[in-house]
């Protein structure tokens, strides 16, 4: 299986592709303005990728998956068709660039990448940026077609709890055993009974950069998950998660996402949660 990571050096290699597009997929958990960051410096030609404005707007969670028609809206007026090879980064080397890329594929998009290292990676090899106002692309004709085999809702993880599939939660370790609280108001803490924890940074080198190999195998071993069996991905709301999923899809395995993630199972009161 073909790798979900391009090197800064390849994809430079790509530029002069006709198919080819880049996109910037950064958001901040911190509420950074990464529209601000793209302005100000970007990799050339590249869009911006607003996780938030392209979501379902009817639902109360943050950033769930938009139906398919309006994601074709959306990436059509970024100038993307489904059939263009696409690649990701996002500014801070790997976090939101992997949400971008996960929901891509979700709508059919067979040719997705995510630039390995990021916007840091492709600096650090002194290659051109561009910054201030990006030109308005030419719009495009994006047909989507929602995979929605990929995506996990209530009743998914509910019957993964008590059936062959694992949960693997990418939330730090103290927001998992519910001794930090989480981030947004009103959500219990903890976790699903009998997920695992993986942190998301448990699957990065020291540099930020996605683990590769063994070391990659390894992380998931650590933490009790059997790659070899079903998987879904959950976090705190469908961001990290994505990281974990593009960490499998490194090592060659399939997962679903969890979407609406701890945002929605801790803030209902029908759903099972454990702590510690």
């Not at 410096?41 to 996780?51: A, C, E, K």
């Amino acid at each position: 299986m073909a790798s979900p990571l391009i090197s800064a050096t390849a994809l430079a290699a790509r530029f002069n592709d006709p198919t080819l597009r880049v996109v910037d997929g950064s958001w901040h958990l911190d509420g950074r303005d990464a529209r601000a960051d793209f302005e100000a410096v970007r990799i050339p030609g590249s869009v911006f990728f607003d996780l938030d404005a392209v979501s379902d707007h009817t639902s109360d969670l943050p950033h769930m998956l938009p139906t398919a028609a309006a994601f074709a809206e959306a990436a059509g007026s970024l100038g993307i068709a489904e059939t263009d090879t696409i690649v990701v980064y996002d500014t801070v080397g790997l976090f939101s660039a992997a949400r971008v890329w996960w929901t891509f594929q979700v709508m059919g998009t067979a040719n997705v990448f995510v630039l390995d290292g990021g916007l840091p990676a492709w600096q650090a090899e002194s290659r051109p940026v561009e910054t201030g106002t990006p030109p308005k692309p030419a719009p495009a004709t994006f047909r989507a077609t929602l995979a929605s085999d990929a995506v996990a809702d209530v009743p998914t993880v509910m019957a993964a709890l008590t059936g062959d599939t694992q949960v693997v939660d990418a939330r730090p370790a103290a927001r998992f055993a519910g001794q930090t609280p989480e981030p947004r108001a009103g959500l219990r803490p903890g976790h699903m009974p009998g997920a695992l924890n993986l942190p998301m940074k448990s699957v990065l080198d020291d540099a930020g950069r996605l683990k590769r190999g063994e070391a990659l195998a390894e992380a998931f071993q650590h933490a009790g998950v059997d790659l070899g069996r079903p998987i879904v991905t959950t976090c705190g709301s469908g961001v990290t998660a994505a990281v974990l999923s593009l960490a499998l899809a490194e090592l060659g395995s399939d997962s679903r996402l969890y979407d609406g993630s701890w945002a929605e199972w801790g803030a209902r009161s029908d759903t099972p949660i454990q702590t510690g």
